[in-house]
């Protein structure tokens, strides 16, 4: 298996734009979770699927952050409109439970000036 | 409040020696711990998960200790080598409902040859 997929590696975009980060999990992976690493506060949950359903957004920063699985083997998080203070390294991960270990992507490196 | 502390926040260490990295939580109830080993521009990869019951884990040179009662765990990296050079982040999951996973900001260690 090929792992989680990240697309882009690297993003650089101006404040305002609009970003979409793509993510495909592992095949068989029940459940997809989108995280935010910055230097300051480490790793944070933004949201997390379960079967192509979100069950928790609560670490969605706010409306501008919004997320969607569409199937089983994609999903997207699109910031609209991009602020500086957006930019961290995004980092989506798939496990086959809710118990098992996280494999994570190799992450979106977003530069927002 | 869940937290989880980790120690030091950066360690560097000749090769070949040994090391101890620290991780201290709040987080209650407890379900299990895990330690991910992250290098850089890389995503997390998991290294061991410690349920209660469990005192020591090992996985080749890395070996992880337990103890619930004093909510501590530790990573002990024996002979270290180059190739260890990454952050080491420690990572409690809650036993409610939702299973929360409450992530230390990792301890960067660097290994020099």
């Known amino acids: 298996d090929a792992g989680v997929i990240q697309s882009p590696r690297h993003e650089v975009t101006e404040m305002g734009q609009e970003v979409t980060l793509r993510c495909k999990p592992i095949?068989?992976?029940?459940?997809l979770f989108w995280y935010r690493q910055t230097m300051m506060r480490g790793l944070e949950l933004l949201i997390y699927f379960n079967n192509n359903v979100p069950i928790d957004d609560s670490g969605m920063p706010e409306d501008r952050f919004s997320a969607k699985m569409p199937n089983a083997s994609f999903s997207t998080l699109k910031i609209q409109p991009s602020e500086p203070r957006d930019s961290a390294v995004y980092f989506c991960?798939?496990?086959?439970?809710?118990?098992?270990?996280?494999?994570f992507g190799n992450g979106t490196r977003l530069t927002v000036t | 409040k869940n937290q989880v502390e980790q120690s030091p926040q950066s360690l560097i260490i000749l090769e070949g020696k040994n090391c101890t990295l620290q991780?201290?939580?709040?987080?209650?109830?407890?379900?299990?711990l895990r330690w991910y080993k992250q290098d850089t521009g890389r995503g997390p990869v998991s290294l061991t998960i410690?349920?209660?019951?469990?005192n020591t884990k090992s996985n080749g040179r890395y070996t992880a200790t337990l103890d619930a009662d004093t909510k501590q765990s530790s990573l002990h990296i024996t002979a270290s080598q180059l190739s260890d050079s990454a952050s080491y982040i420690c990572v409690v999951i809650d036993g409610g409902s939702q299973g929360n996973l409450i992530f230390g900001k990792g301890t960067k260690l660097s290994v020099k040859p």
């Open positions: 991960a798939s496990s086959s439970t809710g118990n098992s270990p996280l494999h």
């Open positions: 095949s068989g992976h029940d459940y």
């Open positions: 991780c201290n939580y709040t987080v209650s109830p407890f379900s299990n």
């Open positions: 410690m349920t209660f019951s469990e």
